[in-house]
Antibody, heavy 119, light 109 residues
Framework: QVQLVQSGSELKKPGASVKVSCKASGYMFTAYPMNWVRQAPGQGLEWMGWTNTNTGNPTYAQGFTGRFAFSLDTSVNTAYLQISSLKAEDTAVYYC????????????WGQGTVVTVSS | QSALTQPPSASGSPGQSVTISCTGTSSDVGGYNYVSWYQQHPGKAPKLMIY???ERPSGVPDRFSGSKSGNTASLTVSGLQAEDEADYYCSSYAGNNNFVFGTGTKVTV
């Protein structure tokens, strides 16, 4: 079936880096944009940006430039989110989500990856 | 890009209706017919309930409906059921290949 499966929880120290994976199955990976969404503990959803899975071109939301990087490996139908120079405020659940219309209708979501940044 | 404004909470009794508003600007909600609504139960990933202002994905009950007037979009849940108790978020296209979520509304049944 159509699904997105994300990598497992991560515990990192401040200053370290983390790479979250999102593996797609059940559909043509390059046909739909892939988005990333952050949810800090007890907070709302925050759109981080998206990747054109056809060209690999990323778009980052304000506040997610510099330390955040989206990438793809189309040979294994997987999208990646890398966060460098981690800070305590990066502690959150990170979701990948497929946009099936290209206009912000996120119909398939990964299960979420918990990233905890603590010394 | 500022988050869209939603009321923090809304409630209704089983069988009643509840409407949640989502207020933006002419640069997002008011400028495009690309408003979506998501339901999120605790500890779970969000679920798409409405897209393109009024469209329901297959499998979503017709008790859920969406509308828009000017810079404000709305989600109405009719015939409230216990399983509708969740957090609800709106989102909108905001131009320049950007999207924005609402602040979220906790619905209590």
């Amino acid at each position: 079936q159509v699904q997105l499966v994300q990598s497992g929880s991560e515990l990192k120290k401040p200053g370290a880096s983390v790479k979250v994976s999102c593996k797609a199955s059940g559909y043509m990976f390059t046909a739909y944009p892939m988005n990333w969404v952050r949810q800090a503990p007890g907070q709302g959803l925050e759109w981080m940006g998206w990747t054109n899975t056809n060209t690999g071109n990323p778009t980052y939301a304000q506040g997610f430039t510099g330390r955040f990087a989206f990438s793809l490996d189309t040979s294994v139908n997987t999208a990646y989110l890398q966060i460098s120079s981690l800070k305590a405020e990066d502690t959150a659940v990170y979701y990948c989500a497929r946009d099936f219309t290209g206009n912000g209708a996120f119909d398939i979501w990964g299960q979420g990856t918990v990233v905890t940044v603590s010394s | 890009q500022s988050a869209l404004t939603q009321p923090p909470s809304a409630s209704g009794s089983p069988g009643q209706s509840v409407t949640i508003s989502c207020t933006g600007t002419s640069s997002d909600v008011g400028g495009y017919n690309y408003v979506s609504w998501y339901q999120q139960h605790p500890g779970k990933a969000p679920k798409l309930m409405i897209y393109d202002v009024t469209e329901r994905p297959s499998g979503v009950p017709d008790r859920f409906s969406g509308s828009k007037s000017g810079n404000t979009a709305s989600l109405t849940v009719s015939g409230l059921q216990a399983e509708d108790e969740a957090d609800y978020y709106c989102s909108s296209y905001a131009g320049n290949n950007n999207f924005v979520f609402g602040t979220g509304t906790k619905v209590t049944v």
